[in-house]
């Protein structure tokens, strides 16, 4: 028979079980934020009909959704969370209380061309904020405070949260006579930080006929910087020209107002107005995250307001607000950059049971005692020689093994024996289950992310 040669295809994320481990720790500390403010876990397919990923699509996401058919079936891989999301409101409505706030962290599929740190197949974690006819600014307000939450709590302090408006940007683009224009400027603004200034400007002149004058006064607008508060007062002297632009104003500062209470730090805030986001998508507050010492990375939380999730389904008005992360591309340039602990325990188990006896009945007994404990517990049952059994148990990483031989036998305990210090204690089980316990949770309770922000050369 001819052997296949194994392979993953290019784009496509495997992880180690030591590496997994950590993914999974992540992910559930996602969890655990984003019930701190009340969002449900939610589940949709990764399959569904062609025509319900494709209703507003079109452009770029027809060119790299994944569609293929079965029998007479149109289908395709989700290519994001908010798609289903909103199919999942429209058919839903009547059973959903709202505001409905949701999160979901789940695998979806783009076929682009895979290079370092962009995949095929990836982890999105999205939380979002539906309304029914209506959503209070304050929900725009609480979404930097679930960025720094969550961002904080993965062991991350040196990070900047970008926040902006698109209501004051296309304000301000009315007020200069280019409405029609907006959406293209604000993609020609968008290559600012890749391409400087002078280049964008004649972007702007060459390719949308911008005028000089009018070049000029758009950088200079997103120019404006500084504090937030003078950031806000350098926009005040826009006010009364536009009425779009002035709703933009007082939501932005009633989002910069809030975040105090909220718990946001000033270092961790910041009104930048270079940020955009999804051209035809966002209406309202939009966000992005960067890492400070790490800008290279680009953001790695984004979204912002939108005033209908799912009017291509319903004729229901369902306004909302929403974050997503990308977290296998979050993950893969983290571990790069060699930023994730390896203080976790992160074997598949705290203590690894060898028995040295042919009676093994006290050894599954006390594995027995040390699960009801809450310790993870693993049984050797190959008939292997110790070296072997102690060369595996170093391998995986097991924090603890519990050695059972005649003595133990006859003692009724077993002997424990810390994996990283070497240290041997006899115990009985219970004490041994309390022992393994109270030091696991100790090596645990650390960030996935290691805390640089005081150590940059480490």
């Given at each position: ?34 019930a701190l403010y009340g969002f449900a876990a939610l589940d949709t397919p990764i399959i569904e009909a062609a025509e319900i990923l494709l209703a507003k699509g079109g452009g770029e996401t027809e060119k790299q959704i994944y569609r293929f058919t079965k029998g007479d079936s149109d289908l395709a891989l989700r290519f994001d969370l908010t798609v289903p999301l909103a199919k999942y409101a429209a058919i839903n409505y009547g059973a959903l209380s709202f505001p409905f706030r949701r999160y979901q962290i789940g695998k979806v599929y783009r076929g682009e061309r895979a290079q370092r740190g962009r995949f095929r197949e ?337």
């Amino acid at each position: 028979m001819d052997r296949i040669k194994p392979r993953t295809l290019s784009g496509f994320m495997e992880l180690l079980p030591q590496d997994q481990a950590k993914m999974e720790r992540f992910m559930q500390t996602l969890r655990e934020t984003y019930a701190l403010y009340g969002f449900a876990a939610l589940d949709t397919p990764i399959i569904e009909a062609a025509e319900i990923l494709l209703a507003k699509g079109g452009g770029e996401t027809e060119k790299q959704i994944y569609r293929f058919t079965k029998g007479d079936s149109d289908l395709a891989l989700r290519f994001d969370l908010t798609v289903p999301l909103a199919k999942y409101a429209a058919i839903n409505y009547g059973a959903l209380s709202f505001p409905f706030r949701r999160y979901q962290i789940g695998k979806v599929y783009r076929g682009e061309r895979a290079q370092r740190g962009r995949f095929r197949e990836f982890y999105q974690a999205d939380i979002d904020i539906i309304g029914d006819g209506a959503l209070d600014v304050m929900n725009e307000a609480e979404i930097p405070s679930i960025i720094y939450r969550t961002f904080s709590k993965l062991g991350l302090r040196r990070f900047v949260i970008r926040v902006n408006n698109r209501k004051i940007l296309n304000g301000f683009y009315e007020m200069l006579g280019l409405s029609e224009k907006s959406g293209e400027v604000m993609q020609r603004v968008d290559k600012l930080d890749k391409i400087g200034s002078e280049k964008v400007k004649a972007l702007l002149t060459d390719e949308l006929s911008v005028t000089q004058e009018q070049a000029e006064k758009i950088l200079a607008f997103i120019a404006i910087s500084g504090s937030n508060a003078e950031v806000l007062a350098a926009l005040g002297k826009y006010l009364g020209e536009c009425e779009r632009f002035d709703e933009g104003y007082e939501e932005l500062k009633a989002v910069s107002s809030l975040l105090p209470a909220f718990g946001v730090p000033e270092e961790n805030f910041k009104i930048d107005l270079t940020i955009a986001r999804g051209l035809d998508y966002y209406t309202g507050t939009v966000y992005e995250t960067v890492m400070s010492d790490y800008p290279e990375i680009g953001s790695v939380c984004s979204g912002g307001r939108y005033d209908n999730l799912a009017g291509y389904y319903t004729d229901k008005t369902l306004p909302g607000v929403g974050i997503s992360i990308g977290l296998t591309r979050l993950f893969y340039v983290l571990s790069e950059q060699k930023l994730l602990s390896d203080a976790l325990v992160t074997a598949p188990a705290d203590v690894l049971v060898i028995p040295m006896t042919q009676d093994s009945a006290f050894a599954v007994a006390a594995a027995t005692v040390l699960r009801d404990g809450g310790v993870r517990t693993q049984i050797y049952a190959e008939d292997k020689k110790f070296k072997a059994k102690m060369s595996y148990a170093n391998k995986v990483g097991f924090p603890f093994v519990a050695l059972i031989g005649e003595d133990e036998l006859a003692a009724g305990k077993l002997t424990l024996k810390n994996m990283e210090t070497g240290e041997q204690e006899l115990l009985f089980p219970e004490a041994a289950a309390k022992a393994v316990f109270e030091n696991v949770t100790a090596r645990n309770c650390g960030a996935v992310i290691i805390d640089r922000a005081d150590n940059k050369d480490v």
